[in-house]
Protein backbone atom coordinates (compact mmCIF):
# COMPACT_ATOMS: atom_id res chain seq x y z
CA UNK A 1 0.00 0.00 0.00
CA UNK A 2 3.13 2.23 -0.32
CA UNK A 3 2.70 5.45 -1.85
CA UNK A 4 5.46 7.69 -3.81
CA UNK A 5 7.10 10.64 -2.61
CA UNK A 6 5.28 13.83 -2.08
CA UNK A 7 5.99 15.95 -5.53
CA UNK A 8 6.31 12.83 -7.59
CA UNK A 9 5.64 14.06 -11.37
CA UNK A 10 2.82 11.92 -12.36
CA UNK A 11 2.01 12.36 -16.24
CA UNK A 12 2.19 11.51 -20.02
CA UNK A 13 4.35 11.47 -22.82
CA UNK A 14 4.42 12.24 -26.32
CA UNK A 15 6.49 13.52 -28.82
CA UNK A 16 6.12 16.32 -31.77
CA UNK A 17 6.18 14.38 -34.94
CA UNK A 18 3.87 11.44 -33.67
CA UNK A 19 0.70 13.31 -32.68
CA UNK A 20 0.93 17.42 -33.78
CA UNK A 21 0.20 17.28 -37.33
CA UNK A 22 0.16 20.32 -39.33
CA UNK A 23 3.48 19.76 -40.44
CA UNK A 24 3.22 22.96 -43.08
CA UNK A 25 1.44 24.89 -41.19
CA UNK A 26 3.30 28.40 -40.14
CA UNK A 27 5.80 27.97 -41.98
CA UNK A 28 7.14 24.65 -40.58
CA UNK A 29 9.76 22.60 -42.35
CA UNK A 30 10.18 19.21 -43.54
CA UNK A 31 12.00 17.20 -41.21
CA UNK A 32 13.44 13.76 -41.28
CA UNK A 33 10.27 12.32 -39.33
CA UNK A 34 8.22 13.37 -42.12
CA UNK A 35 9.49 11.51 -45.00
CA UNK A 36 9.41 7.99 -42.68
CA UNK A 37 6.64 6.18 -44.73
CA UNK A 38 4.11 3.87 -42.71
CA UNK A 39 4.28 0.47 -44.61
CA UNK A 40 7.06 -2.16 -45.54
CA UNK A 41 9.73 0.26 -46.89
CA UNK A 42 9.25 2.58 -43.08
CA UNK A 43 12.46 0.38 -41.70
CA UNK A 44 15.16 0.51 -44.88
CA UNK A 45 14.18 3.89 -44.19
CA UNK A 46 14.76 4.80 -40.75
CA UNK A 47 17.82 2.71 -41.06
CA UNK A 48 19.53 5.33 -43.67
CA UNK A 49 19.79 2.44 -46.45
CA UNK A 50 16.94 3.10 -48.02
CA UNK A 51 17.02 6.92 -49.42
CA UNK A 52 13.93 8.56 -49.28
CA UNK A 53 15.15 12.44 -49.02
CA UNK A 54 11.25 13.62 -50.26
CA UNK A 55 7.64 12.32 -49.95
CA UNK A 56 6.13 10.60 -53.30
CA UNK A 57 3.05 9.98 -53.79
CA UNK A 58 3.29 6.25 -53.80
CA UNK A 59 3.51 6.09 -49.69
CA UNK A 60 1.60 7.53 -46.60
CA UNK A 61 2.96 9.87 -44.60
CA UNK A 62 1.66 9.36 -41.13
CA UNK A 63 3.24 12.43 -39.24
CA UNK A 64 1.56 14.93 -41.64
CA UNK A 65 -1.60 14.79 -39.89
CA UNK A 66 -0.87 12.26 -37.02
CA UNK A 67 -3.91 13.01 -34.04
CA UNK A 68 -4.07 16.66 -35.48
CA UNK A 69 -2.84 17.81 -31.64
CA UNK A 70 -1.48 21.18 -33.31
CA UNK A 71 -5.02 22.01 -33.21
CA UNK A 72 -6.48 19.75 -30.35
CA UNK A 73 -3.95 21.12 -27.50
CA UNK A 74 -6.20 22.74 -25.25
CA UNK A 75 -8.68 19.64 -25.08
CA UNK A 76 -6.12 16.95 -24.85
CA UNK A 77 -4.21 18.93 -22.52
CA UNK A 78 -7.77 19.76 -20.33
CA UNK A 79 -7.78 16.54 -20.47
CA UNK A 80 -4.56 15.37 -19.13
CA UNK A 81 -5.32 17.80 -16.27
CA UNK A 82 -8.67 16.01 -15.34
CA UNK A 83 -7.12 12.86 -15.34
CA UNK A 84 -4.85 14.59 -12.47
CA UNK A 85 -1.50 15.15 -14.41
CA UNK A 86 1.55 17.04 -12.62
CA UNK A 87 3.28 16.42 -15.51
CA UNK A 88 3.40 16.72 -19.41
CA UNK A 89 6.38 15.59 -21.51
CA UNK A 90 6.40 16.77 -25.31
CA UNK A 91 8.76 17.33 -27.21
CA UNK A 92 9.17 20.66 -29.90
CA UNK A 93 9.56 20.13 -33.53
CA UNK A 94 12.52 21.83 -34.70
CA UNK A 95 11.42 22.67 -37.84
CA UNK A 96 8.48 24.27 -36.52
CA UNK A 97 11.18 27.06 -34.79
CA UNK A 98 13.58 26.69 -37.44
CA UNK A 99 12.35 25.46 -40.49
CA UNK A 100 15.93 24.97 -42.77
CA UNK A 101 17.73 24.21 -39.86
CA UNK A 102 20.35 26.83 -40.65
CA UNK A 103 18.40 30.28 -40.28
CA UNK A 104 19.87 32.99 -38.08
CA UNK A 105 15.97 34.16 -36.49
CA UNK A 106 13.53 31.73 -35.27
CA UNK A 107 10.00 31.52 -36.90
CA UNK A 108 7.93 33.38 -34.27
CA UNK A 109 4.90 31.30 -35.25
CA UNK A 110 6.98 28.03 -34.17
CA UNK A 111 7.37 29.84 -30.60
CA UNK A 112 4.04 31.25 -30.17
CA UNK A 113 2.49 27.20 -30.54
CA UNK A 114 4.71 26.34 -27.95
CA UNK A 115 4.32 28.89 -25.74
CA UNK A 116 0.21 28.88 -25.60
CA UNK A 117 0.75 24.98 -25.16
CA UNK A 118 3.40 25.65 -21.74
CA UNK A 119 0.78 28.29 -20.98
CA UNK A 120 -2.02 25.57 -21.13
CA UNK A 121 -0.25 23.25 -19.10
CA UNK A 122 0.66 25.94 -16.64
CA UNK A 123 -3.00 26.83 -16.52
CA UNK A 124 -3.68 23.33 -15.10
CA UNK A 125 -0.52 23.25 -13.19
CA UNK A 126 1.26 20.81 -15.36
CA UNK A 127 4.62 20.76 -14.92
CA UNK A 128 5.70 20.88 -19.10
CA UNK A 129 8.99 18.37 -19.63
CA UNK A 130 10.41 19.66 -22.78
CA UNK A 131 12.35 16.92 -25.16
CA UNK A 132 14.37 19.83 -27.63
CA UNK A 133 15.01 16.98 -30.04
CA UNK A 134 13.24 13.83 -30.14
CA UNK A 135 14.77 12.32 -33.38
CA UNK A 136 13.86 15.16 -35.63
CA UNK A 137 16.21 17.19 -38.18
CA UNK A 138 15.19 19.83 -40.56
CA UNK A 139 15.48 18.15 -44.37
CA UNK A 140 17.89 20.52 -44.95
CA UNK A 141 20.11 19.87 -42.94
CA UNK A 142 20.48 16.25 -43.85
CA UNK A 143 20.43 17.26 -47.41
CA UNK A 144 23.19 20.30 -47.66
CA UNK A 145 25.17 18.95 -44.46
CA UNK A 146 24.83 15.56 -43.89
CA UNK A 147 23.09 15.71 -40.36
CA UNK A 148 25.05 14.42 -37.31
CA UNK A 149 27.99 13.73 -38.91
CA UNK A 150 28.68 17.54 -39.59
CA UNK A 151 29.89 18.91 -36.71
CA UNK A 152 28.27 22.79 -37.55
CA UNK A 153 24.91 20.62 -36.23
CA UNK A 154 25.80 21.19 -33.39
CA UNK A 155 25.69 25.36 -33.87
CA UNK A 156 22.29 25.10 -35.04
CA UNK A 157 21.14 22.85 -32.45
CA UNK A 158 22.49 25.92 -30.31
CA UNK A 159 20.55 28.40 -31.91
CA UNK A 160 17.60 26.20 -31.40
CA UNK A 161 18.12 25.74 -28.00
CA UNK A 162 18.68 29.47 -27.13
CA UNK A 163 15.80 30.64 -28.97
CA UNK A 164 13.68 27.84 -27.14
CA UNK A 165 15.30 28.69 -23.68
CA UNK A 166 15.10 32.52 -24.88
CA UNK A 167 11.40 32.39 -24.94
CA UNK A 168 10.18 30.18 -22.79
CA UNK A 169 12.66 30.49 -19.25
CA UNK A 170 10.68 30.94 -16.60
CA UNK A 171 8.24 28.91 -17.61
CA UNK A 172 10.06 25.33 -18.20
CA UNK A 173 12.02 23.86 -15.52
CA UNK A 174 12.42 20.42 -16.65
CA UNK A 175 14.94 19.65 -20.32
CA UNK A 176 15.75 16.49 -22.20
CA UNK A 177 18.51 17.20 -24.79
CA UNK A 178 17.98 14.27 -27.47
CA UNK A 179 15.58 11.50 -26.72
CA UNK A 180 16.73 7.75 -26.73
CA UNK A 181 20.51 9.65 -27.98
CA UNK A 182 21.19 5.58 -28.31
CA UNK A 183 18.88 4.93 -30.82
CA UNK A 184 21.47 6.38 -33.31
CA UNK A 185 23.29 2.94 -33.63
CA UNK A 186 20.15 1.24 -34.43
CA UNK A 187 17.93 3.39 -36.42
CA UNK A 188 20.17 6.23 -37.89
CA UNK A 189 18.15 7.92 -40.03
CA UNK A 190 15.01 7.90 -38.20
CA UNK A 191 16.85 9.12 -34.81
CA UNK A 192 19.64 11.27 -36.33
CA UNK A 193 18.77 11.76 -39.75
CA UNK A 194 22.34 10.15 -41.37
CA UNK A 195 21.91 8.27 -44.42
CA UNK A 196 24.84 6.25 -46.00
CA UNK A 197 26.22 6.04 -49.26
CA UNK A 198 27.21 2.83 -50.35
CA UNK A 199 30.78 1.50 -49.38
CA UNK A 200 30.93 4.21 -46.77
CA UNK A 201 32.56 3.24 -42.94
CA UNK A 202 29.38 3.38 -41.04
CA UNK A 203 30.59 2.82 -37.58
CA UNK A 204 33.26 5.72 -38.31
CA UNK A 205 29.74 8.18 -39.39
CA UNK A 206 27.82 6.80 -36.78
CA UNK A 207 30.57 7.32 -33.69
CA UNK A 208 31.41 10.50 -35.19
CA UNK A 209 27.65 11.56 -35.39
CA UNK A 210 27.41 10.37 -32.11
CA UNK A 211 30.46 12.91 -31.00
CA UNK A 212 28.36 15.37 -32.01
CA UNK A 213 24.98 14.94 -30.51
CA UNK A 214 26.99 14.25 -27.31
CA UNK A 215 28.75 17.78 -27.24
CA UNK A 216 25.70 19.43 -28.08
CA UNK A 217 24.27 17.84 -25.29
CA UNK A 218 27.10 19.56 -22.97
CA UNK A 219 26.70 22.41 -24.48
CA UNK A 220 23.02 22.93 -24.46
CA UNK A 221 23.19 21.87 -20.98
CA UNK A 222 25.96 24.79 -20.12
CA UNK A 223 23.52 26.99 -21.81
CA UNK A 224 20.30 26.25 -19.44
CA UNK A 225 22.09 26.47 -16.80
CA UNK A 226 23.43 29.73 -17.78
CA UNK A 227 20.22 31.42 -18.86
CA UNK A 228 17.97 29.21 -16.63
CA UNK A 229 19.54 28.88 -13.17
CA UNK A 230 17.54 26.18 -11.45
CA UNK A 231 16.45 24.89 -14.11
CA UNK A 232 17.55 20.66 -14.51
CA UNK A 233 18.68 19.12 -17.41
CA UNK A 234 18.62 15.39 -18.40
CA UNK A 235 20.00 12.57 -20.80
CA UNK A 236 17.45 10.39 -22.02
CA UNK A 237 18.16 6.47 -22.88
CA UNK A 238 16.77 4.15 -24.59
CA UNK A 239 16.67 1.39 -21.53
CA UNK A 240 16.06 -2.06 -21.16
CA UNK A 241 18.81 -4.38 -19.25
CA UNK A 242 20.48 -7.79 -20.83
CA UNK A 243 19.79 -10.70 -19.72
CA UNK A 244 22.26 -13.46 -20.52
CA UNK A 245 20.72 -16.12 -22.13
CA UNK A 246 22.59 -19.02 -19.76
CA UNK A 247 25.11 -18.79 -16.82
CA UNK A 248 27.73 -19.53 -19.46
CA UNK A 249 30.34 -16.75 -18.48
CA UNK A 250 30.78 -16.08 -22.43
CA UNK A 251 26.65 -14.93 -21.73
CA UNK A 252 27.48 -12.94 -18.76
CA UNK A 253 30.17 -11.43 -20.99
CA UNK A 254 28.07 -10.90 -24.13
CA UNK A 255 25.22 -9.05 -22.36
CA UNK A 256 27.44 -6.91 -20.23
CA UNK A 257 28.64 -5.76 -23.96
CA UNK A 258 25.01 -5.24 -25.26
CA UNK A 259 24.46 -3.17 -21.78
CA UNK A 260 27.15 -1.07 -22.38
CA UNK A 261 26.49 -0.22 -25.88
CA UNK A 262 23.84 1.59 -24.72
CA UNK A 263 25.14 2.87 -21.48
CA UNK A 264 28.19 4.32 -23.58
CA UNK A 265 25.88 7.84 -24.55
CA UNK A 266 25.22 8.40 -20.62
CA UNK A 267 28.11 7.45 -19.59
CA UNK A 268 29.51 10.42 -21.25
CA UNK A 269 26.78 12.66 -20.66
CA UNK A 270 26.39 11.81 -16.65
CA UNK A 271 29.89 11.02 -15.91
CA UNK A 272 31.38 14.01 -18.49
CA UNK A 273 34.00 11.41 -20.51
CA UNK A 274 34.41 8.33 -22.49
CA UNK A 275 34.42 5.53 -20.53
CA UNK A 276 37.95 3.08 -20.99
CA UNK A 277 35.66 0.41 -23.09
CA UNK A 278 34.31 2.64 -25.50
CA UNK A 279 37.81 3.96 -26.04
CA UNK A 280 38.91 0.65 -26.87
CA UNK A 281 35.97 -0.58 -28.92
CA UNK A 282 36.30 2.56 -31.41
CA UNK A 283 40.02 1.80 -31.62
CA UNK A 284 39.40 -1.78 -32.56
CA UNK A 285 36.75 -0.89 -34.98
CA UNK A 286 39.26 1.90 -36.69
CA UNK A 287 36.75 4.31 -35.51
CA UNK A 288 38.63 7.54 -35.28
CA UNK A 289 36.60 10.63 -33.86
CA UNK A 290 37.44 14.18 -34.91
CA UNK A 291 37.85 16.13 -32.18
CA UNK A 292 37.48 19.68 -31.43
CA UNK A 293 40.41 21.23 -28.56
CA UNK A 294 38.18 22.19 -26.10
CA UNK A 295 35.67 18.93 -26.72
CA UNK A 296 36.65 16.95 -23.63
CA UNK A 297 36.83 19.53 -21.31
CA UNK A 298 33.14 21.23 -22.54
CA UNK A 299 32.06 17.17 -22.00
CA UNK A 300 33.47 16.95 -18.46
CA UNK A 301 32.16 20.26 -16.85
CA UNK A 302 28.76 19.96 -18.43
CA UNK A 303 27.18 17.05 -16.66
CA UNK A 304 23.46 16.46 -17.08
CA UNK A 305 21.52 16.90 -13.34
CA UNK A 306 19.37 13.94 -14.02
CA UNK A 307 19.36 10.63 -16.02
CA UNK A 308 15.85 10.04 -18.18
CA UNK A 309 14.97 6.51 -20.13
CA UNK A 310 12.12 4.44 -21.36
CA UNK A 311 11.58 1.25 -20.47
CA UNK A 312 9.13 -1.30 -22.64
CA UNK A 313 10.82 -4.33 -21.75
CA UNK A 314 13.85 -6.32 -21.16
CA UNK A 315 16.33 -8.24 -23.54
CA UNK A 316 18.12 -11.25 -24.02
CA UNK A 317 21.49 -12.34 -25.77
CA UNK A 318 23.43 -14.71 -26.12
CA UNK A 319 27.62 -15.09 -26.58
CA UNK A 320 26.74 -17.16 -29.79
CA UNK A 321 25.09 -15.95 -32.79
CA UNK A 322 23.40 -19.10 -33.91
CA UNK A 323 21.03 -18.52 -31.25
CA UNK A 324 21.54 -14.49 -30.97
CA UNK A 325 19.99 -13.77 -34.18
CA UNK A 326 16.13 -14.89 -33.00
CA UNK A 327 15.10 -12.05 -32.67
CA UNK A 328 11.83 -10.73 -30.88
CA UNK A 329 9.88 -7.62 -31.70
CA UNK A 330 12.11 -4.69 -30.18
CA UNK A 331 13.76 -2.44 -32.41
CA UNK A 332 16.89 -3.26 -30.33
CA UNK A 333 17.70 -6.94 -31.25
CA UNK A 334 17.17 -9.27 -28.65
CA UNK A 335 16.36 -13.25 -28.18
CA UNK A 336 13.02 -14.30 -27.14
CA UNK A 337 12.67 -14.74 -23.72
CA UNK A 338 10.88 -18.11 -22.64
CA UNK A 339 9.63 -16.89 -18.98
CA UNK A 340 7.89 -13.57 -20.13
CA UNK A 341 4.69 -12.68 -22.23
CA UNK A 342 4.78 -10.43 -25.25
CA UNK A 343 2.77 -7.63 -26.22
CA UNK A 344 0.73 -7.93 -29.70
CA UNK A 345 3.87 -6.61 -31.57
CA UNK A 346 6.26 -9.09 -29.90
CA UNK A 347 7.75 -6.92 -27.11
CA UNK A 348 8.27 -8.70 -24.03
CA UNK A 349 6.29 -7.74 -20.90
CA UNK A 350 9.03 -7.61 -17.86
CA UNK A 351 7.87 -5.34 -14.88
CA UNK A 352 10.67 -6.76 -12.75
CA UNK A 353 13.03 -5.69 -15.46
CA UNK A 354 12.02 -1.91 -14.73
CA UNK A 355 12.98 -2.55 -11.05
CA UNK A 356 16.20 -4.05 -12.35
CA UNK A 357 17.39 -1.63 -14.76
CA UNK A 358 16.21 1.49 -12.67
CA UNK A 359 19.09 0.15 -10.28
CA UNK A 360 21.37 -0.55 -12.76
CA UNK A 361 21.02 3.05 -13.41
CA UNK A 362 21.00 4.14 -9.90
CA UNK A 363 23.98 2.50 -8.94
CA UNK A 364 25.83 2.96 -12.20
CA UNK A 365 25.23 7.05 -12.15
CA UNK A 366 23.91 7.85 -9.00
CA UNK A 367 21.46 10.82 -10.02
CA UNK A 368 18.08 10.87 -9.85
CA UNK A 369 16.26 9.01 -12.21
CA UNK A 370 12.88 10.11 -14.57
CA UNK A 371 10.79 6.90 -16.24
CA UNK A 372 10.14 9.25 -19.17
CA UNK A 373 8.33 6.89 -21.08
CA UNK A 374 6.52 3.14 -20.35
CA UNK A 375 3.23 1.74 -21.51
CA UNK A 376 1.99 -1.10 -23.56
CA UNK A 377 0.99 -0.59 -27.36
CA UNK A 378 -2.10 -2.54 -27.95
CA UNK A 379 -5.01 -2.90 -30.28
CA UNK A 380 -8.32 -1.37 -28.85
CA UNK A 381 -11.52 -2.41 -29.93
CA UNK A 382 -14.69 -0.05 -29.11
CA UNK A 383 -17.63 -1.91 -28.35
CA UNK A 384 -20.81 -1.10 -29.87
CA UNK A 385 -21.25 1.80 -27.25
CA UNK A 386 -17.70 3.00 -28.57
CA UNK A 387 -16.19 2.20 -25.35
CA UNK A 388 -12.93 0.66 -24.74
CA UNK A 389 -12.02 -1.87 -21.99
CA UNK A 390 -8.68 -1.83 -21.87
CA UNK A 391 -7.98 -3.92 -19.23
CA UNK A 392 -4.87 -5.17 -21.00
CA UNK A 393 -2.93 -1.83 -20.71
CA UNK A 394 -4.27 -1.28 -16.82
CA UNK A 395 -2.68 -4.57 -15.99
CA UNK A 396 0.78 -3.77 -18.27
CA UNK A 397 0.77 -0.40 -16.28
CA UNK A 398 -0.10 -2.09 -12.55
CA UNK A 399 2.69 -4.33 -12.88
CA UNK A 400 5.50 -2.10 -14.15
CA UNK A 401 4.08 1.04 -11.34
CA UNK A 402 4.70 -1.71 -8.74
CA UNK A 403 7.63 -2.08 -9.60
CA UNK A 404 8.83 1.34 -10.24
CA UNK A 405 7.73 1.62 -6.28
CA UNK A 406 9.82 -1.56 -5.22
CA UNK A 407 12.51 0.09 -7.08
CA UNK A 408 12.11 3.53 -4.82
CA UNK A 409 10.60 2.13 -1.30
CA UNK A 410 12.17 -1.10 -0.90
CA UNK A 411 15.65 0.35 -3.01
CA UNK A 412 15.84 3.64 -2.38
CA UNK A 413 16.59 4.92 -5.90
CA UNK A 414 15.84 8.57 -6.56
CA UNK A 415 12.77 8.57 -8.79
CA UNK A 416 11.62 12.08 -10.40
CA UNK A 417 8.35 11.17 -12.03
CA UNK A 418 6.78 8.53 -14.54
CA UNK A 419 5.23 9.49 -17.40
CA UNK A 420 3.33 7.41 -19.87
CA UNK A 421 3.95 7.00 -23.13
CA UNK A 422 1.91 7.75 -25.59
CA UNK A 423 -0.87 8.83 -23.37
CA UNK A 424 -2.96 9.73 -25.71
CA UNK A 425 -3.01 7.16 -28.39
CA UNK A 426 -0.42 8.30 -31.49
CA UNK A 427 1.74 7.11 -34.47
CA UNK A 428 4.21 4.72 -33.73
CA UNK A 429 7.17 5.61 -33.87
CA UNK A 430 8.58 1.67 -35.32
CA UNK A 431 5.90 0.82 -37.82
CA UNK A 432 4.08 4.18 -38.66
CA UNK A 433 0.83 2.36 -37.53
CA UNK A 434 -2.45 4.05 -35.38
CA UNK A 435 -3.59 0.94 -34.45
CA UNK A 436 -0.55 0.15 -31.81
CA UNK A 437 -2.19 2.36 -29.41
CA UNK A 438 -1.20 3.84 -25.91
CA UNK A 439 -3.34 5.51 -24.53
CA UNK A 440 -5.29 6.85 -21.78
CA UNK A 441 -7.25 8.82 -24.60
CA UNK A 442 -8.49 7.35 -27.54
CA UNK A 443 -7.93 9.24 -30.79
CA UNK A 444 -10.35 7.97 -33.73
CA UNK A 445 -7.77 7.55 -36.54
CA UNK A 446 -6.55 4.53 -38.22
CA UNK A 447 -3.90 3.27 -40.02
CA UNK A 448 -4.54 4.61 -43.59
CA UNK A 449 -5.37 8.15 -42.08
CA UNK A 450 -9.25 8.00 -41.87
CA UNK A 451 -10.98 8.81 -38.56
CA UNK A 452 -12.27 11.98 -37.27
CA UNK A 453 -9.88 12.89 -34.84
CA UNK A 454 -12.64 12.43 -31.96
CA UNK A 455 -11.21 11.77 -28.29
CA UNK A 456 -12.86 9.76 -25.99
CA UNK A 457 -11.40 8.21 -22.83
CA UNK A 458 -10.64 4.40 -22.16
CA UNK A 459 -11.15 2.49 -19.02
CA UNK A 460 -7.53 2.81 -17.91
CA UNK A 461 -8.53 6.91 -18.00
CA UNK A 462 -10.24 6.35 -14.89
CA UNK A 463 -7.85 3.85 -13.77
CA UNK A 464 -4.91 6.29 -13.70
CA UNK A 465 -6.85 9.32 -12.50
CA UNK A 466 -6.91 7.14 -9.17
CA UNK A 467 -3.79 5.97 -9.40
CA UNK A 468 -2.45 9.96 -9.57
CA UNK A 469 -4.84 11.04 -6.75
CA UNK A 470 -3.75 8.30 -4.38
CA UNK A 471 -0.11 9.36 -5.11
CA UNK A 472 0.14 5.47 -6.77
CA UNK A 473 -1.49 4.07 -3.15
CA UNK A 474 -4.47 2.37 -5.37
CA UNK A 475 -3.12 0.51 -8.20
C1 LIG B 1 10.45 5.09 -28.02
C2 LIG B 1 10.34 6.43 -28.67
O1 LIG B 1 11.39 4.37 -28.72
O2 LIG B 1 9.37 4.22 -28.01
C3 LIG B 1 8.93 6.83 -29.07
O3 LIG B 1 10.95 7.45 -27.93
C4 LIG B 1 8.16 5.61 -29.50
O4 LIG B 1 9.03 7.82 -30.05
C5 LIG B 1 8.08 4.65 -28.33
O5 LIG B 1 6.91 5.90 -30.01
C6 LIG B 1 7.23 3.41 -28.56
O6 LIG B 1 7.60 2.77 -29.73
P1 LIG B 1 6.58 2.48 -30.90
O7 LIG B 1 7.42 1.98 -31.99
O8 LIG B 1 5.66 1.47 -30.37
O9 LIG B 1 5.91 3.74 -31.22
Not at 159 to 177: D, I, P, S
Not at 187 to 216: D, I, R, S, W
Amino acid sequence: MSKMPEGFLWGGATAANQCEGGFDLDGRGIANVDVLPAGADRRAVMSGRMKMLACDSDHYYPSHEAIDMYHHYEEDIRLFAEMGFKCYRFSIAWSRIFPMGDEEQPNEKGLDFYEKLIDTCLKYNIEPLVTICHFDVPMHLVTEYGSWRNRRLVDFYLNFCRALFTRLKGKVKYWLTFNEINMLLHLPFMGAGLVFEPGENETQVKYQAAHHELLASALATRMAHEMMPGCMVGCMLAAGSFYPYSCAPEDVWAAMGRDRDNYFFIDVQSRGEYPPFARKRMEKAGVELVMGPEDLSVLKENTVDFISFSYYASRLTSANPELSKQTAGNVMASMRNPYLKMSEWGWQIDPLGLRITMNSLYDRYQKPLFIVENGLGAVDTPDENGAIHDDYRIDYLRAHIQAMKDAVNEDGVELLGYTVWGCIDLVSASTGEMKKRYGFIYADKDNEGKGTLKRSKKDSFDWYKKVIETNGESL
